[in-house]
């Protein structure tokens, strides 16, 4: 078949206007508001390119990585109009400096500044530098060629900003042909983000090409600006340049192996079955709940917040009071749960006595609970809060609902060597609900849910933690220690009904090895799948039983890069185009809860108001921030003060 897309001419008219979007980085501008519209401009590159690069454009024609919908006649010719639009915006220097109010720049190289000797100064790092570079020997390619073909004098020209206004209708038309690019040829927008925020990270460690870049990003790109925030947050309050590229390599970096599940060849199934006894394994019946990655990860931060599972609106798979809605989770649990009913048959209370009838109420109630449901999920404080929401929801006595946290469930935020850290701050909450929170009030907090954790459970898994420690086996592989928690679990609370909560991207390739049954389809997040095992049976029964209703990725609100600016909500991750709800942050750093309300409450000490306010009213409502901010201005900053979002944003 004939390379449709190639002929056309869409690669060299990619790799064109990559070439063409190049030379607007090269001002020198002085005026914060000159900056950020080169940023804005940059926005437009780094979106440009990501659509290039995942669909395979840069990709000689055959290759597995490009799309073949490139080299459809009717397709191929839309995208090419589109680039030879976005190239002849950029090239047409005559309409540039009329229009869009562009003039000559001086500047001798792309992304330099000269410095005072006539030199060149060290490379000005864009959001879209870190994408170049990943698209590396193809794009050095591009240039090479460029150069020996010889540019006209024009091509040369570098641009600077004459006109503010002029220059920001370029933007808009730019961003509105790559968006054009986007309806011709999809990509998902949650993917299209989490590419772009792993880009941003290449601007941590120069704070004030991040705050410009967090300001030039709201309007367009608000889900990139909200992970800029969060990200300047943390680097502006450390001690120096050093701490901040502590910090920065302490941050989890989200590898492209989370983006998607990948399916897992039928072969390899059959050769690698789990370690599990079927035989000691009773008839049972148990489910398993899949979800995205944690949401903070996906950010490349962590979830090691004190108090993060029972703050109010804290992230979580779910929505806030999930038993309201229809297809949530707990009412799917609901549905799916049967309770053995003690009732005697009609017959048999017509002939009861009026004395027994009278007593029978009573005697029902002895029976409660009818069924016990056992969450099981990992030390992920986003899949506890979820869990303690599920059970929430959970009012009838006739079931009652627990949580277990197990550190053999693999997270995508957790890594092996923190998991006991982490099953320690859990207990400490715990802890501090019985011996100093039940007589208080502290904001924002939830501590009523933690009466459904298992706090049993939990001590002895920091137990077994601790031994294995001293004795030096800690190197179990992820496949032996989910076969070891299932074969537990379903022996231990034979009377329950285990419900596993768990990531797809962490444990879709468990149940589709033996005793599993493989599919050739791969489980999926928000999918809920039934498993039964009869009597003396080798493997279980796989029943796919639908999906719930999820709580997207969300990225946290923060201050704008003007200071002032007052706080602004960000959209989701998944979703940044359109109108939509507004959603609480996840961090902030005036409202997350601080080290120092968790230590006044471990040592016993009563907090004041305002350790209140700051240690726990994160997920408060908008209206207790706005009455309490006369309080929290008139705070003098401290050296643990400065601390905190180094200490809440560590990575796991």
């Not at 410095?115 to 090479?144: H, M």
């Not at 540019?151 to 600077?160: G, I, N, Y």
């Not at 991040?210 to 992970?227: C, M």
Request: proline share 6%; hydrophobic share 35%; aromatic share 8%.
């Amino acid at each position: 078949m004939a390379a449709t897309g190639l002929s056309l001419g869409i690669l060299p008219a990619f790799r064109t206007c990559l070439e063409y979007f190049q030379l607007y980085k090269t001002a020198k501008e002085t005026s914060f508001d000159s900056q950020v519209l080169i940023f804005k401009f940059d926005c437009a590159n780094e979106d440009f390119i990501i659509w290039g690069e995942k669909h395979g454009l840069l990709k000689e024609p055959g290759d597995d990585a490009r799309n073949p919908e490139l080299d459809h006649p009717e397709k191929a010719a839309k995208i090419k109009t589109a680039l030879d639009l976005i190239q002849g915006l950029l090239s047409n220097g005559r309409v540039l400096q009329e229009r869009y109010g562009v003039e000559v720049s001086t500047m001798n190289s792309p992304n330099t500044q000269p410095d005072g000797d006539g030199g060149q100064e060290e490379q000005q790092p864009f959001l879209s530098s870190s994408a170049l570079k990943r698209i590396g020997s193809l794009w050095r390619r591009q240039q090479q060629s460029a150069n020996r073909r010889g540019l006209t004098a024009l091509q040369k020209t570098r641009w600077a900003i004459n006109d503010k206004n002029k220059f920001q209708r370029l933007i808009d038309d730019v961003g509105d042909l790559v968006e054009r690019l986007y309806k011709e040829l999809p990509f998902p927008e949650p993917e299209r983000n989490s590419v772009a925020i792993r880009d941003i990270r290449s601007l941590a460690r120069h704070l004030e090409r991040l705050r410009i870049f967090e300001v030039a990003s709201i309007d367009r790109y608000p889900a990139w600006s909200g992970a800029a925030s969060v990200m300047r947050e943390a680097g502006s309050s450390q001690a120096g340049p050093r701490t901040i590229s502590q910090w920065m390599a302490n941050v989890e970096d989200v590898s492209e192996d989370l983006d998607q599940v990948q399916d897992m060849p039928q072969e390899q199934v059959q050769v690698d079955p789990l370690e599990i006894n079927m035989s000691k394994i009773p008839a049972t019946t148990f489910y398993f709940v899949l979800t995205s990655p944690c949401p903070t990860a996906t950010l490349g931060l962590s979830c090691d917040t004190r108090h993060l599972e029972i703050q109010v609106g804290g992230p979580s798979y779910v929505f806030e009071h999930d038993s309201l809605r229809q297809w949530g989770l707990g009412n799917r649990m609901k549905q799916l749960i049967k309770v053995p009913s003690p009732i005697p048959d009609e017959d048999t209370l017509r002939n009861m006595s009026f004395e027994v009838a009278s007593h029978y109420d009573r005697y029902l109630e002895s029976q409660y609970p009818l069924a016990k449901v056992k969450i099981l999920c990992g030390p992920c404080k986003c899949a506890v809060r979820t869990a303690l929401e599920v059970c929430r929801g959970q009012s009838k006595k006739e079931v009652n609902y627990s949580v277990c946290i197990d550190d053999r469930m693999q997270t995508s935020c957790c890594p092996g060597n923190k998991k006991l850290q982490r099953l320690r701050d859990l207990f400490r909450t715990l802890r501090a609900y019985d011996e100093e929170w039940r007589d208080m009030a502290v904001i924002g907090l939830e501590k009523d849910l933690l009466t459904r954790v298992d706090r049993v459970h939990l001590e002895q898994r920091i137990y077994q933690l601790e031994t294995e420690v001293y004795e030096g086996e800690t190197n179990k592989a992820p496949a032996q220690q989910m076969s070891d928690l299932l074969v537990e679990t379903l022996e231990r609370y034979n009377y329950h009904t285990p419900v596993f909560l768990c990531e797809a991207i962490t444990c879709a390739w468990f149940i589709q090895k033996k005793p599993f049954l493989w599919s050739p389809r791969v489980p999926r997040e928000s999918e809920i799948f039934k498993f039964t095992k009869e009597y003396l049976a080798p493997t279980f029964s796989t029943h796919y039983l639908g999906t719930f209703t999820s709580k997207k990725t969300q990225v946290p609100q923060s201050d704008s890069g003007r200071p002032d600016e007052g706080r602004r909500p960000v959209p989701s991750v998944a979703s940044t185009r359109g109108a939509g709800p507004r959603q609480p942050s996840l961090h902030s750093n005036s409202q997350a809860p601080s080290a120092a309300t968790a230590e006044s409450l471990e040592s016993g000490n009563e907090l004041t108001e305002e350790e209140e306010v700051l240690g726990s009213s994160g997920w408060a409502s908008t209206r207790r921030k706005n009455n309490l901010e006369g309080n929290l201005v008139r705070r003098n900053s401290t050296a643990e003060d400065s601390d905190r979002p180094a200490r809440r944003l560590r990575s796991s």
